[in-house]
Nanobody, 122 residues
Framework: QVQLVESGGRLVQAGGSLRLSCAASGRTFSSYALGWFRQAPGKEREFVAA????????ILADSVKGRFTISGDVAKNTAYLQMNSLKSEDTAVYYCAAGSVRSSRVGDYDYWGQGTQVTVSS
């Protein structure tokens, strides 16, 4: 089992920055892939970014490339999502997820956090 807890979400003005954190506990963390997803009201959960812990390779959704960065700190068992140049369309609940393969698909992740709200005011 892996437990994930997100933090860092808040209200921010358009053009601003936020860093979300995902603290993991439980089963060995370094062997998992970590992903960030988001879900806006009335919309499906969508992929944002993912990181393969062992290799450090990452993938990003086209909508956030050049603005968001995903990273991980193995010693702290924590993953981060650095979000810059935020737009109103980035407003959503952001979820951290862990799985055995790095993927952009919701169904490929086995463990999920409770989510953290990010609201971008225009």
């Amino acid at each position: 089992q892996v437990q994930l807890v997100e933090s860092g979400g808040r209200l921010v003005q358009a053009g601003g920055s936020l860093r979300l954190s995902c603290a993991a506990s439980g089963r060995t963390f370094s062997s998992y892939a970590l992903g960030w997803f988001r879900q806006a009201p009335g919309k499906e959960r969508e992929f944002v970014a993912a990181l393969t812990r062992n290799s450090g390779t990452t993938i990003l959704a086209d909508s956030v490339k050049g603005r968001f960065t995903i990273s991980g700190d193995v010693a702290k068992n924590t993953a981060y999502l650095q979000m810059n140049s935020l737009k109103s369309e980035d407003t959503a609940v952001y979820y951290c997820a862990a799985g055995s393969v790095r993927s952009s698909r919701v169904g490929d992740y086995d463990y999920w956090g409770q989510g953290t709200q990010v609201t971008v005011s225009s």
